[in-house]
């Protein structure tokens, strides 16, 4: 069984930066797929940011503003986010996808962007 474990949330100014990573118990290089999404009450998930084959995806709302990378030999996807605004507040999700499109989720890790 993947475990993926977010970390890097928190509350902070318009503006301002965070950096989510997300840990995983199994290496990352056997993945067909990572990504970064978020959720408000009542909406939702949605696709912040993705990596596959090298190539990097993000929602245009976040285009420009956040970054997707991996760390091979930690096992690790980040997620840095500049310039937040209060309408990325969200619980943000990492998620793999193995070559035989199983699925794996993180617990969560709330992101509260507020003057």
């Known amino acids: 069984q993947v475990q993926l474990v977010e970390s890097g949330g928190g509350l902070v100014q318009p503006g301002e930066s965070l950096r989510l990573s997300c840990a995983s118990s199994?290496?990352?290089?056997?993945?067909?797929?990572m990504g970064w999404y978020r959720q408000t009450t009542g909406k939702q998930r949605e696709l912040v940011a993705s990596?596959?084959?090298?190539?990097?995806d993000y929602a245009a709302s976040v285009k420009g503003r956040f970054t997707i990378s991996r760390d091979n030999a930690k096992n690790m996807v980040d997620l840095q986010m500049n310039s937040l605004k209060p309408e990325d507040t969200a619980v943000y999700y990492c998620?793999?996808?193995?070559?035989?499109?199983?699925?794996?989720w993180g617990q969560g890790t709330q992101v509260t962007v507020s003057s």
């Open positions: 998620n793999m996808v193995g070559w035989g499109r199983d699925d794996y």
């Open positions: 199994r290496a990352i290089d056997s993945f067909y797929a």
């Open positions: 990596l596959s084959a090298g190539i990097t």
